[in-house]
């Protein structure tokens, strides 16, 4: 939550690991107490707590539903995103391509999900090209379910080649050949081998090959490749749809959490216990936790890191609890008051 007057800027994926760090926090701290008391109860509540989330990837044969996978599971050692293998999920991801079918809204359990327009490069050449093409469809998706709808090339988020498939992208430099098709890449005349371009094709399609092609003639170095090929997947946009997806269950869990250990400090009367209840830590991490419940609703969250901006959010999200929102909202308004309050205090 609020460190800097900066953090509002930072990227979705840099807030997501402002927001992690209060959690992790006190998933260590209640782990040690665990370790010091040897008390399983409190080492259960930890481990679930810093559990990541589960993420369930469903879809129709030919949507490419595997590889939206294999790339969210990669995404996962930096994000604490997990796919399930199991299908209990607490976010189902969605894989659709081209037309959102009614087998795919079969798919919207009614819980957390993200609609993920994959293949999102044969989307057509419209305005923009075709991801701005598969933006404004993803959006007409979004409108038609209410379900967050992002598009991805999800080829390109797993795109690994070797050094020999990179000195091929350097000779199509020189040498350019037909990508108007994927036949015509594969059986125009060129000093290529047919089994060579068709490799190529394979890991990145037209799309990633003329983009590739496109930056090395640029002057693009080619270690620079994989980041440009995860930009054009648009992973990122996805993984940051599955944690907005997931926020109220990282929300809920750490209520449950605190529940539970203020339930455990009466019992056993350990003022360590009672102490973290009341650290800063642990009031930020439950402040954190509820801004990306309200944020992933669209709600924004003044940012600021003055005592005038702790005030004004304070009052801002007390006012807000007493309006006309759901239990949840009201929740979370209350523990952005009480961090704000508190890192007011601390300017004090």
């Known amino acids: 939550m609020p460190r800097s007057h900066q953090d509002a800027e930072r990227t979705p994926k840099e807030r997501r690991k402002n927001a992690e760090g209060g959690r992790e926090i006190l998933v260590d701290q209640l782990t040690r107490v665990a370790d010091e008391t040897r008390n399983p109860r409190l080492a259960a509540i930890a481990r679930r707590l810093g559990a990541p989330l589960r993420v369930a990837v469903h879809g129709r044969p030919g949507v490419g539903r595997h590889t939206v996978a294999r790339a969210l599971a990669a995404a996962g050692v930096d994000t604490g995103v997990e796919v399930s293998a199991d299908g209990t999920a607490d976010v189902d991801v969605v894989v659709a391509a081209e037309v959102l079918k009614p087998e795919d809204e079969a798919l919207l359990g009614g819980g957390p999900a993200v609609l993920v327009l994959n293949k999102a490069d044969l989307c057509g050449f419209g305005g923009g090209g075709p991801l701005a093409v598969a933006h404004r469809l993803a959006a007409a ?208």
């Not at 890449?185 to 089994?195: M, R």
């Not at 449950?256 to 339930?263: D, F, L, Q, S």
């Not at 455990?264 to 650290?279: F, I, N, Y």
Request: aromatic share 4%.
């Open 141 to 348: 998706w979004r409108a038609g379910t209410g379900v967050p709808a992002v598009p991805m090339v999800a080829l390109l988020a797993v795109a690994d080649l070797d050094d020999d498939l990179l000195g091929v992208l350097r000779v199509l430099v020189a040498e350019p050949a037909d990508l108007t098709s994927t036949d015509a890449f594969t059986q125009c005349a060129h000093s290529l081998a047919v089994p060579v371009r068709r490799r190529l094709i394979e890991r990145l399609d037209r799309f990633g090959i003329a983009h590739a092609v496109l930056a090395l003639g640029n002057g693009v170095d080619a270690e620079a490749l994989p980041s440009l090929w995860r930009e054009l997947s648009q992973v990122d946009r996805v993984v940051a749809q599955v944690a907005a997806a997931g926020a109220p269950v990282r929300y809920h869990r750490l209520k449950t959490a605190i529940a539970e250990i203020r339930t455990l400090a009466v019992q056993s009367d350990d003022r360590r216990l009672t102490d973290l209840l009341a650290d800063d830590d642990t009031v930020q991490a439950t402040m954190a936790a509820a801004v990306d419940v309200v944020e992933a609703a669209g709600v924004c969250v003044d940012r600021g890191d003055d005592p005038g901006a702790h005030l004004a959010r304070a009052v801002h999200w007390r006012r807000y609890g007493r309006g006309p929102v759901d239990a949840l909202h009201r929740s979370c308004a209350a523990d952005i008051t009480r961090g704000s309050l508190r890192l007011l205090g601390r300017t004090r």
